[in-house]
């Protein structure tokens, strides 16, 4: 059975959390989580690069031991340290770590305590009032408990769109290739880009006769096949993920692609404009009477509706239609546009390549400047840098800016925000960056009134310009923490500071409702990747994926502008 690199980075991360909680070695943990992130952020399936020849032990923070590791769970499904690990600590405590305020440490007390070892029993044990009495929680984290129990399972499983990515495009591939198919396509949530996607649904134009559904319901990862018939069918894979496959004739490609795409919501407001002229809209076509008067392409569809075509990232019903009519659809922002990342990380502290690596592989991409932001003194676990340290990474900056050609780095940090509102380095220090990143990276369970007061405070130091995943949210994995965020947009405009939209497909954070409420109130946006490794600079696609579907434009973007210009848009 095919191991996807979901699977190998889901492994070392259960591997991570069941070893923080016995307190294993820090660093062995934070090797395994940037094991999981490296194996995340790969351009195809692991088990692919290697069928190709590749050497994953060159890949960076893998090394032999976890390339070895790597080749073992691909080739037998088990990672045998794991289940050693799993001997140990039971294995739905790793779960249990995840729950918004409970941490390694309160898990492994919940179990020692009373035996806790899974959500259902946590859920239990909170209702019925056990948590209160064990030392170091009372009534007060027991409601936090409850609280986040039910913030914590938001109904089934979806993918994360880079996930369900390496899961589709080998599939779209294989269906690509069999005999007779003409036109094969994603539509429905993965092709709005959505940040999470619930099933797949393939669309597919064939010859007649083909043998399109005999072939698709023998593609290898094919579990179950659930149904199966002419036009439809639909199976699950190994991973659980559904995949629908539909056959439709030429003439209606583009009125079953726009169906199928969605939204839903999108779809009936348009079907409505159909039905206000008398005519019917369906996956077959438009029709006035019972003649097709438009199917073959998406933008006849919207054009006898007198719509220009609306892309696929704004069909979510939120205006899109109103504008469309009204000829003020937004030019979205592409790759394209972007001139350089705000936020990336490199050997000073994290990262895994230097300075001059990072600067190279951006200047590669064919962006003009790259800002690096390395982690601040709090930070020891990601090896943040002290006062000093960043004083000789400032110069460094100085020299290689002097010896590099068509590439500017920009001298900026990512600034842990205190507890109490005060940033980790003295301004003394920041007064010598171009730009400051600003940052919670624990204290996540703050009261929301706290949590807000301390990034305010934060923000009165003028020497923060941008707050990064202002949620702190990682999709599937960690609930946002309480934050007024809406306070925060208008605090931040009033002081000429910034969110950030997080480009790493496991935050996109802030997320599209709020690059629109930006946009809207006039605030523009920086897209930085996060990247640890040069491969990490691939994710921006995420992010102006994301930024899309927030209807920002490339006028709206930070990081559309030349070095001078965004420094100047910076200045406090
Ligand atoms: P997902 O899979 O949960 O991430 O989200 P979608 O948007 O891919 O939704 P899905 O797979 O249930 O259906 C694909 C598209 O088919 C959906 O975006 C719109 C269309 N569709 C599904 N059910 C209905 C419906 O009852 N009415 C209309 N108008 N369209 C529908
Ligand atoms: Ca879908
Ligand atoms: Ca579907």
Redesign the pocket.
Known sequence: MPVHNSDIAEAFRRLADLLEIEGGNQYRVRAYRNAAATVEGLPHDAARMIEQGADLSELPGIGEDLAGKIETLIETGELPLLEEVEGRVPEGLAEITHVSGIGPKRAWKLYEELGIETIEALRKAAEAGEIRDIEGFGEKTEQNIIDALGRFEGGEKRLRLMDAEHIAEPLLDYVREIDGVKQAIIA???RRQKET?????ILVTAKRGSDVMDRFVKYDEVDEVVSKGETRSTVVLQSGFHVDLRVVAEVSYGAALFYFTGSKAHNIVVRKRAIDRGWKLNEYGLFEDNERIAGKTEEEVYEKLDLPFIPPLLRENRGEIEAAENGELPDLVQLDDIRGDLHCHTKWSDGKFTLREMAEAAKDKGYAFLGITDHSKSQTVAGGLSEDGLAKQIDEIDELNEELDGIRLLKGSEVDILENGKLDFSDNILAQLDYVICAIHGGFNLSREKQTERVLRAMDNKHFNILAHATGRLINERAPYEIDLDRIMTEAEDRGCFLELNAHPNRLDIDDARCKMARDMGLMVPIGTDAHSINGLETMRFGVAQAGRGWLEAKDVLNTRAPDELLKLMRR
């Not at 996607?197 to 649904?201: N, S």
């Open positions: 429905g949530s993965y996607v619930g099933d797949l649904d």
